[in-house]
């Protein structure tokens, strides 16, 4: 099992994942994360003893900017993102906004959102400090992504509404198929 220092230095000596990184940190967003799958899968390739990275289908960057809800301006940032790097395929979110599209209270900023994201396993995010060191927020603890638990984080639980969202993300990502060592939990 790892600790967050030992995630952080995994992703720093991961060139490919540092090259991401970068890459979204010179859009200079405001809170900025690189969150879900991109530290998930690592984590749970490496306790696969995987020696070939399992596809991502998605890199997700939030970032949290109340003065500007525009969708255009997340299309502007994955332009800009694209044509870094084409060959990544990026999704930009505001999480100032996104509490609108997800039907639910407002978010105070990217880590409260990430905190409400449906697994507590999914809910990682990364980002490089001013001297491009990696800093991890893990706002649900990263002790069920490094023991292969698959649950709902304390918002979806407490929130019995999410839980269909929760069982159909688990059918549709179907994650066990890939990482066969998961425990995956329904509500």
Not at 7 to 25: F, N, P, R, V
Not at 152 to 176: A, G, H, M
Request: proline letters at 5%.
């Amino acid at each position: 099992m790892f600790n967050e220092d030992e995630i952080t230095t995994l992703i720093d000596e991961d060139d490919w994942m540092m090259e991401i990184l970068k890459a979204a940190k010179s859009l200079n967003l405001s809170d900025w994360w690189i969150c879900a799958g991109f530290v998930r899968s690592k984590v749970w390739d490496i306790l696969h003893g995987f020696s070939v990275r399992t596809p991502i289908p998605d890199i997700d960057v939030i970032y949290f900017d109340p003065t500007t809800l525009s969708e255009l301006e997340e299309k502007k940032s994955e332009g800009k993102l694209k044509s870094l790097l084409p060959n990544i395929p990026w999704s930009i979110k505001n999480e100032a906004r996104m509490h609108l599209r997800n039907n639910v209270e407002p978010y105070s900023s990217s880590v409260d959102a990430i905190s409400k994201f449906p697994e507590t396993a999914t809910a990682l995010g990364v980002k490089l400090d001013d001297w491009n060191q990696v800093i991890l927020t893990a706002p649900c603890g990263i002790s069920d992504v490094v023991s292969l638990i698959v649950k709902p984080t304390p918002y979806f639980l407490e929130n019995t509404d999410l839980s269909l969202i929760y069982n159909q993300r688990i059918i549709k990502k179907d994650w066990k198929a890939t990482w066969n060592k998961l425990i995956i939990h329904q509500i």
